[in-house]
C-alpha cells in the first residue's frame, strides 16, 4: 500500500508506479550519462555553492537512508539554473553492498559505491518546500559521486554522526559545526545536467540534475559504516539505490 515503498523486490522501484503512478514518467531519474553523447554547454554564469557551517545538524537514519537536515543559509545558482538561487534544505546518501554499485546515476554504465545527493529549492518562486518538490523547476539536486581515496574532513564528521544512528528512527545532533563546504568537491563547475525526478516515491518530475564530474574520497571503513545501518526490517540498509531510468528524448549537458 501507499507509504510503504521501499527496495526489496516486494515494495522497490520495479513496482513503485503502482502507487506513485508519476514514477512510469518520461522524466525519471536516474539515468546513465554516456558523455560521449552529451552536449557541450556555456552557461552565462559559473555554478556557484554559497555554503557555510551549519551548527548543530541534524542527522537521521529514516530506515531508508541517513538524511541531514539543514537549517542554515545556504545556495546555490549559475550553470542550469542561470540567476536563480536554490536553497539547500537537506542531504543523504544512496550506497550499495560492495563497492562495485550503490550510486544512483551511472556514468558511461559505471556505478560508484556510493551518491551524495544535496536537495536544493526553488525558495523564491515557491513558499514551501512541499510546493516545490511538486513544481517542474522547483527543485534542483547536486550528485557528487563517493570514491574509494582520500576522504575530506567534512566527510569524516558525518561518518562519526552516522555511528550514532544505526537503528531506524534514530537521530542525532552534532555538537560543532558542520563543515557543510567542505563537503563538496574541490571544482563543481565541471558538472553533467539535465531535467529530471526524484528517484524516490512520489517521483515528482520537479528535479535540474547537477551532477559533479569530480569526485570525493571516502574509505573503505566508511562504506562499511554506512552498511552497517539497520533498515525497518532490522537488516542492514543497503541497496538503497533506484536503477537507472530510460533517458529517453531528453539531453545531458555538460559544462565547459
Ligand atoms: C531520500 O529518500 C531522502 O530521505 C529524501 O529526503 C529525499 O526526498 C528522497 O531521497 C528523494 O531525493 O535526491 N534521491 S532524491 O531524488 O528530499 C526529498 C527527505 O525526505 C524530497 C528529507
Ligand atoms: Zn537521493
Not at 510503504?4 to 525519471?28: E, F, H, I, L, M
Not at 574532513?153 to 545532533?173: C, H, I, R, W
Request: glycine share 8%; hydrophobic share 30%.
Amino acid at each position: 500500500c501507499a507509504g510503504t515503498w521501499g527496495y526489496r523486490d516486494d515494495n522497490g522501484p520495479s513496482v513503485w508506479a503502482r502507487d506513485y503512478p508519476k514514477a512510469a514518467g518520461q522524466r525519471q531519474s536516474p539515468v546513465n550519462i554516456d558523455s560521449g553523447s552529451t552536449k557541450a554547454v556555456k552557461h552565462d554564469h559559473a555554478l556557484k555553492a554559497d555554503y557555510s557551517p551549519e551548527p548543530k545538524m541534524s542527522c537521521v537514519n529514516n530506515g531508508l537512508t541517513f538524511v541531514a537536515t539543514i537549517n542554515g543559509d545556504n545556495f546555490i545558482s549559475g550553470g542550469p539554473l542561470d540567476t536563480k538561487s536554490y536553497k539547500l534544505a537537506s542531504f543523504h546518501f544512496h550506497w550499495g553492498s560492495n563497492d562495485s554499485h550503490g550510486s544512483e546515476h551511472t556514468i558511461n554504465s559505471q556505478a560508484y559505491p556510493a551518491e551524495l545527493h544535496l536537495v536544493h529549492w526553488n525558495y523564491n518562486k515557491y513558499d514551501t518546500f512541499a510546493e516545490a518538490a511538486a513544481a517542474d523547476d522547483g527543485l534542483s539536486v547536486l550528485g557528487v559521486m563517493l570514491k574509494i581515496g582520500e576522504p575530506n574532513a567534512a566527510l569524516k564528521q558525518v561518518f562519526d554522526a552516522m555511528e550514532k544512528v544505526k537503528s531506524p528512527g534514530t537521530n542525532f545532533v552534532m555538537t560543532s559545526a558542520f563543515d557543510l563546504p567542505g563537503l563538496l568537491p574541490g571544482d563543481i563547475n565541471k558538472f553533467y545536467t539535465y531535467p529530471g525526478s526524484l528517484t524516490t516515491p512520489p517521483c515528482h518530475e520537479s528535479v535540474t540534475w547537477i551532477v559533479c564530474q569530480e569526485t570525493i574520497g571516502c574509505s573503505k571503513e566508511q562504506l562499511s559504516t554506512l552498511r552497517s545501518l539497520k533498515n525497518n526490517d532490522n537488516n542492514h540498509l543497503v541497496n538503497n539505490f533506484r536503477p537507472v531510468m530510460p533517458l529517453g528524448n531528453r539531453t545531458i549537458c555538460c559544462s565547459n
